[in-house]
């Protein structure tokens, strides 16, 4: 069985940064691809990033390029997602998700497993 596990969420103020973790049990995913998305209050889940576990291949959201950036430790297993130059408005939950596969797909409901999700908040 799959488990993802996040961490890393907190209050902090705009301009600073995070990093988020999760932690990926439950099956070897060299076969998988990984990725990160968020939900704000009052809106739809929204992607972020991805990353292809072999290889390191990464995609992100046109909109977050450049100030977030995926990355995945093979050894420890673990995803990361590094948040710089925090806006309020990235204020969300953000959540860790995992699908067999190669395929660049960002509509979540196309992704198989996920995580509980780890609270960002941005204040002004």
């Known amino acids: 069985q799959v488990q993802l596990v996040e961490s890393g969420g907190g209050l902090v103020q705009a301009g600073d940064s995070l990093r988020l973790s999760c932690v990926a049990s439950?099956?070897?995913?060299?076969?998988?691809?990984m990725g990160w998305f968020r939900q704000a209050p009052g809106k739809e889940r929204e992607f972020v990033a991805f990353?292809?576990?072999?290889?390191?291949?990464?995609y992100y959201s046109d909109s977050l390029k450049g100030r977030f950036t995926i990355s995945r430790d093979y050894v420890k297993n673990t995803l990361y997602l590094r948040l710089n130059s925090l806006k309020p408005e990235d204020t969300a939950v953000y959540y860790c998700?995992?699908?067999?596969?190669?395929?660049?797909?960002?509509?979540?409901?196309?992704?198989?497993?996920w995580g509980r999700g780890t609270q960002v908040t941005v204040s002004s």
């Open positions: 990353i292809r576990w072999s290889g390191g291949y990464t």
């Open positions: 439950g099956r070897t995913f060299s076969d998988y691809t």
């Open positions: 998700a995992a699908r067999p596969g190669v395929q660049s797909i960002v509509i979540p409901t196309a992704w198989d497993y």
